[in-house]
């Protein structure tokens, strides 16, 4: 079955830091480019993070640039986000998806379960 298992989330002061990680199980992950999303309470779900299926590129939300890092390891399945000098403002449940684009109209997505970030004093 596939599966994306989110992990490394918690309460944290602001400033602070945390490492998410997400690990992928059921599909061939290298194939997969992986995207970090996060949903604040009471607003709407917005991309942080995307990372290339080899970890070439990456792109992140104009939010977050300068303050967080995502990387991948292919051997292992695992996707991360490095979150340093956190704001009260990066609370949120943070997803993992995965994406592919396909030879036809679609594409395919796989989503996790989420993980709570608490930035709080």
């Known amino acids: 079955q596939v599966q994306l298992a989110e992990s490394g989330g918690g309460l944290v002061q602001p400033g602070g830091s945390l490492r998410l990680s997400c690990a992928a199980s059921?599909?061939?992950?290298?194939?997969?480019?992986m995207i970090w999303y996060r949903r604040p309470p009471g607003k709407e779900r917005e991309l942080v993070a995307v990372?290339?299926?080899?970890?070439?590129?990456?792109n992140y939300a104009d939010s977050v640039k300068g303050r967080f890092t995502i990387s991948r390891d292919n051997n292992k399945n695992t996707v991360y986000l490095q979150m340093n000098s956190l704001k009260p403002e990066d609370t949120a449940v943070y997803y993992c998806?995965?994406?592919?684009?396909?030879?036809?109209?679609?594409?395919?997505?796989?989503w996790g379960q989420g993980t709570q970030v608490t930035v709080s004093s």
């Open positions: 998806n995965a994406h592919r684009s396909v030879l036809g109209p679609g594409e395919i997505d796989y």
């Open positions: 059921g599909f061939t992950f290298s194939n997969y480019a």
């Open positions: 990372i290339t299926k080899a970890g070439g590129n990456t």
